[in-house]
C-alpha cells in the first residue's frame, strides 16, 4: 500500500483512544483516507453511524470543507464521552452519545458512513436520509468472488441488496486482499 505513514494530528488522538481501550474495530487508514477524500467533494452535513474512538469522525473532519458539519452517534456513552473530548476545540464535528437513529433529525446527509452491521439491513431509512447525489459508505466486508457474494457459505443479502437497489447507483471497492467497503450514490 503507498500511502504517507503521516496521519492528520486529530487522527492519531484517535488512534491513541482505540490503543488505550484495546479498540480492535476501529477503521483503517486506508478507509480513513478515502473518506476524507469523498468528504472534500461534500457540502452540508456528513454524518457517521458507530462512531467507536472516532477514527472516522477524525478523517471526515480532515477532508471536509470548513463550512460543512460532521455529525456521529455512538451507543456506548462512556465511549462517546472520551471521543467529545478529543473533538472538544473541533468546531465542525458534534458526536452525539445514542442510538444512531438519534441522527435522523439532522438528515439530509450529504454523505453517512455507516459502521454498525445492524443498521446496514435499513436501507428505506437510510434512503430516506440522503440527499440526491448524497454517498452511503458501507465497513466491513469480506471480498466474494462470486455473485451473489458468499460469505461464510450464505449469501450476503446485505451487500446483494445494496449493490441492487435501484435508488442508489453502487459499487464494491477493495481496502485490501481481505477488505472492502461500499460506495452507494443517491440517486
Ligand atoms: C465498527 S465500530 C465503529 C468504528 C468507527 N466508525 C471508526 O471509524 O473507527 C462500531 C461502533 O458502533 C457502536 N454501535 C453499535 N450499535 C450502535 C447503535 N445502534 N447506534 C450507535 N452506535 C452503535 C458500537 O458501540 C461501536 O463503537
Known sequence: MSAPAE???????????????????????ETGRLLAALAASRRGT???LGTGCGVGSAWLSSGAPKDAR????????????????????TDNVDVIAGDWSTLEQYA????????????MESIDVLADLME???????????????????????VDT??????????FAAVEMLIDVDASLLIATRR
Open 108 to 119: 439530509p446527509f450529504s454523505l453517512l458512513f455507516v459502521d454498525v452491521r445492524e443498521v
Open 46 to 48: 456528513l454524518a457517521e
Open 70 to 89: 460532521v455529525v456521529s452517534a455512538e451507543l456506548d456513552p462512556a465511549l462517546a464521552q472520551d471521543v467529545q473530548k478529543i473533538f472538544a476545540d
Open 7 to 29: 496521519v492528520p494530528d486529530l487522527v492519531a488522538r484517535t488512534l491513541d483512544l482505540s490503543r488505550q481501550r484495546g479498540f480492535i474495530t476501529s477503521i483503517r487508514n
Open 132 to 154: 440526491p447525489g448524497g454517498m452511503v459508505i458501507l465497513d466491513d466486508f469480506v471480498p466474494s468472488a462470486f455473485w451473489p457474494p458468499i460469505v461464510e457459505g450464505r
Open 158 to 167: 446485505v451487500r446483494e441488496q445494496w449493490l441492487t437497489d435501484e435508488r
